[in-house]
């Protein structure tokens, strides 16, 4: 779907269609650009808005941006406010994806550091494909990316190349979406989404030093395992052949929320969508639209 009609651009709320920049920018030559993918949820009952972790996705893009070593006067609330003012302006009725995006807007050398472009655009979004019947994975001949090439941690758009070679691979091999491994030969993450599965009824996580993006809705998740089963999540190493005997996996992540996996390699499931991935979608639903009033600090009001 295309982005709503205005957007914020560099202080400023403007038609969408205006929001450009220089071809000669530094991001052109050299992809210094971070982002974060933020999603909103309208909740019809109560007729409202609520953006979900706004101010953690905030707080990431900060770190971002210094781990970038790019010099800004842009602070956590100038994110936040971008994205409030925005929405205030547009007052749509109907979930979104929201997207903050900072970039070097020099004209210069590589090793520029300033000055910076900010800018937010909202999109309509519905549910991730495959979000009731599962999706079919490919463990990817692609290796992710490691800390000491490109630190996965950093939210910039350079680190997606890779993410978006191992989908593209999986999709002309007949497949949804993929899964990369690290390294070490351990699971990472799937392009732009964090992984778990379930095996003998203990969930399992890779760890952050993994070489996956340090994933607030994998942290939350953590937490609604917790919360919801009494269940601590096990983060650790995983090895490739361990998750084709799961019971049940899933990706999360801002755009695929909790999508269960149907198959890895051909190997499928022992559920397509299990018991727990399931349970985790219905509290998904009811937190992040407010039904369920439980973290109000998890959700911001528009």
Same mark, same amino acid.
């Given at each position: 779907?295309?982005?709503? @009609?205005? @957007? /914020?651009?560099? $202080?400023? &709320?403007?038609p969408v269609e205006d929001?450009? #920049?220089?071809?000669? @920018?530094?991001?052109?030559?050299?992809?210094?650009?971070?982002?974060?993918?933020?999603?909103?949820?309208?909740?019809s009952d109560e007729s409202?808005?609520?953006? /979900?972790?706004?101010?953690?996705?905030?707080?990431?893009?900060?770190?971002?941006?210094?781990?970038?070593?790019?010099? *800004?006067?842009? %602070?956590?609330?100038?994110?936040?406010?971008?994205?409030?003012?925005?929405?205030?302006?547009?007052?749509? +009725?109907?979930?979104?994806? &929201?997207?903050?995006?900072?970039?070097?807007?020099? %004209?210069?050398?590589?090793?520029?550091?300033?000055?910076?472009? =900010?800018?937010?655009?909202?999109?309509?979004?519905?549910?991730?494909?495959?979000?009731?019947?599962?999706?079919?994975?490919?463990?990817? *001949?692609?290796?992710?990316?490691?800390?000491?090439?490109?630190?996965?941690?950093?939210? =910039? #758009?350079?680190?997606?190349?890779?993410?978006?070679?191992? *989908?593209?691979?999986?999709?002309?091999?007949?497949?949804?979406?993929?899964?990369?491994?690290?390294?070490? $030969?351990?699971? +990472?993450?799937?392009? $732009?989404? =964090?992984?778990?599965?379930?095996?003998? $009824?203990?969930? #399992?996580?890779?760890?952050?030093?993994?070489? &996956?993006? !340090?994933? #607030?809705?994998?942290?939350?998740?953590?937490?609604? /395992?917790?919360?919801? /089963?009494?269940?601590?999540?096990?983060?650790?190493?995983?090895?490739?052949?361990?998750?084709?005997?799961?019971?049940? +996996?899933?990706? =999360?992540?801002? @755009?695929?929320?909790?999508?269960?996996?149907?198959?890895?390699?051909?190997?499928?499931?022992k559920k397509a969508r299990?018991?727990?991935?399931?349970?985790?979608?219905?509290?998904?639903?009811?937190?992040?639209?407010?039904? %369920?009033?439980?973290?109000? !600090?998890?959700?911001?009001?528009?």
């Open positions: 779907m295309p982005p709503l @009609a205005r @957007a /914020f651009f560099n $202080g400023k &709320i403007i929001a450009k #920049i220089s071809a000669n @920018a530094a991001v052109f030559k050299y992809a210094t650009a971070v982002f974060e993918g933020i999603r909103a949820y309208w909740n409202k808005l609520y953006v /979900f972790k706004l101010v953690e996705h905030s707080d990431r893009l900060v770190r971002s941006v210094s781990l970038m070593r790019m010099k *800004s006067d842009f %602070d956590s609330d100038y994110y936040q406010n971008a994205v409030l003012s925005l929405l205030r302006e547009l007052k749509p +009725a109907l979930d979104l994806h &929201i997207r903050q995006s900072v970039w070097l807007d020099n %004209d210069g050398s590589m090793w520029a550091d300033s000055p910076l472009g =900010c800018v937010v655009i909202a999109t309509p979004s519905g549910r991730p494909a495959g979000y009731d019947t599962g999706i079919k994975m490919q463990v990817s *001949s692609w290796t992710r990316i490691n800390d000491q090439i490109m630190p996965a941690r950093i939210k =910039c #758009i350079a680190n997606y190349h890779n993410g978006r070679l191992a *989908s593209m691979q999986a999709r002309m091999d007949g497949y949804d979406n993929a899964l990369l491994l690290n390294s070490r $030969g351990k699971v +990472a993450e799937a392009p $732009g989404a =964090c992984f778990f599965f379930v095996r003998n $009824g203990v969930p #399992i996580t890779p760890t952050v030093t993994s070489d &996956i993006l !340090e994933s #607030i809705n994998r942290a939350t998740i953590i937490q609604m /395992f917790k919360e919801q /089963f009494g269940i601590d999540v096990e983060v650790r190493d995983a090895d490739r052949s361990e998750v084709y005997t799961a019971d049940e +996996a899933f990706l =999360c992540g801002t @755009a695929a929320e909790v999508t269960p996996i149907a198959s890895i390699d051909r190997f499928p499931m299990g018991e727990m991935t399931r349970a985790l979608q219905e509290k998904w639903e009811a937190i992040t639209t407010g039904r %369920d009033k439980a973290h109000p !600090e998890w959700r911001t009001l528009v």
